[in-house]
Each structure stands twice: as C-alpha cells, then as structure tokens.
C-alpha cells in the first residue's frame, strides 16, 4: 500500500494471528534484534521448534526457550515492561542462565503501556497485544484475548518507534517524568541503564534489504 508517498507492506493483525504470523512467523525467525515493550510479562508457550521431539510430539515450550536458542545465535533481545513479570515467568526464566546472564536484557518502567515488537529493524508490530500467553501464546480458541494490531516494514514508522523505545530504555524520559518519586528503579539511576545503548538496528543491518512480512493463514478468526 502507499502511505505518505511510501510504497510499504501493512498487514492487520487478529486474534491469532498474533501468534501464527508475529510470533511464530516474524519473531521466532530473528536474525539480529528484537526489542519488545509491553505492559505485563507473563509465563507464555509456544509450539517446539520445527525438527525437534518435542515438536514431533506436539508438545510447547516457554517462549524463553525460543529466546535462548537467539540470543546463542547472537540476536540482541531488549525486554522493555512496566509491571513486575508474572511469577511463572520468573520461574521460568530462572532455569536460563544464559538469559539471566544478559542474553535476554530487561528494563523496567512503570509508565509503559505500549504494546511494540520491532524485529531485526525491519519489522514493527504495534496492537494491543502484550508479552502474556493470551495475547500472543498458543491459546486455544475461545481462550485467547480479542486482541488488534497492524504488522508493518515502513522505515519512518520503524525509526519512530525504535527511537520512543530507546528514550525510554536509556533513561532520556526520565528527568521530566512526574512519577519519578515513586519510580521503584529510575532508569537514568546507578545500575539502571545510565550507559547510552546502542543505536536502533536498522533494514541493512539485519542483511535482508526490503522485508517480505509473512502472510500466514487468512481467516475471519486468524487475521485480516
């Protein structure tokens, strides 16, 4: 479609799209970045990864799992949040000493409540979905949250959002934020992410040139 002048792929997201195109499709096949924000972190699974037992068994994984097998490969892994993860997710990640080591980096603000997944820098998912089995686990129909969002390669909405979501995991919002007093960790603080990061990954870096968003199945359940 042409939006502003900018021949970009969009793609609408339903239900469970959420986790046949985003996370199965998209997430699940990062090659150098992915940078979630999210409201609330929770304990979530996915079906085995293609070419295990488990999967030939039909059993699921914790979303961690598929974290751990990218951050071995290199993929930096941000995990932006404002409330405090879920206490199975806490378990779980616990088992991950990879992950706890820095494979999988968190940040926590109690202001955010975007809902954002930008993959490889090339692309954005922004909806309603957060990191919580419901929203974008492997739940059965009828179980799942009625959840929205748009799937998109667009590079100006990329650099906004990498750019809103690296002020805030750097601690640039944090001098003029109001609720700093009762903020339990400032991310500007000691130990709270003072350093500058690194600069939001951009379409070359991840060697891909102009991203083919994945179709996925087209259902009045699935997606749009």
Request: net charge positive; aromatic share 4%; charged share 30%.
């Amino acid at each position: 479609m042409s939006l502003g002048g900018r021949r970009v792929e969009l793609r609408l997201l339903r239900d469970r799209a959420h986790y046949d195109v985003l996370v199965q499709g998209v997430l699940a096949k990062a090659r150098v970045s992915v940078w979630i924000a999210t409201a609330n972190v929770k304990e979530l699974r996915v079906e085995a990864p293609m070419g295990t037992r488990a999967r030939a068994r039909g059993r699921y994984v914790s979303l961690l799992e598929v974290l751990r097998g990218l951050a071995r490969s290199g993929v930096e892994l941000r995990l932006l949040h404002a409330g405090v993860p879920s206490r199975a997710f806490r378990e779980e990640l616990a088992r991950h000493d990879e992950l706890r080591a820095g494979g999988l980096a968190m940040r926590r603000c109690p202001r955010v409540h975007l809902k954002m997944i930008a993959v490889d820098g090339a692309a954005l998912y922004l909806g309603s979905a957060n990191l919580t089995g419901a929203g974008l686990g492997a739940k059965g129909e009828g179980r799942r949250n009625f959840e929205a969002g748009i799937l998109t390669d667009d590079d100006v909405l990329l650099d906004e959002m990498q750019e809103t979501f690296d002020r805030i995991w750097s601690g640039r919002e944090c001098k003029g934020c109001r609720l700093r007093d009762v903020c339990p960790s400032p991310l500007d603080g000691a130990g709270g992410g003072a350093k500058p990061s690194a600069k939001a990954p951009a379409k070359k870096a991840a060697g891909r040139g102009r991203s083919r968003l994945p179709r996925g199945p087209r259902s009045s359940k699935g997606g749009a």
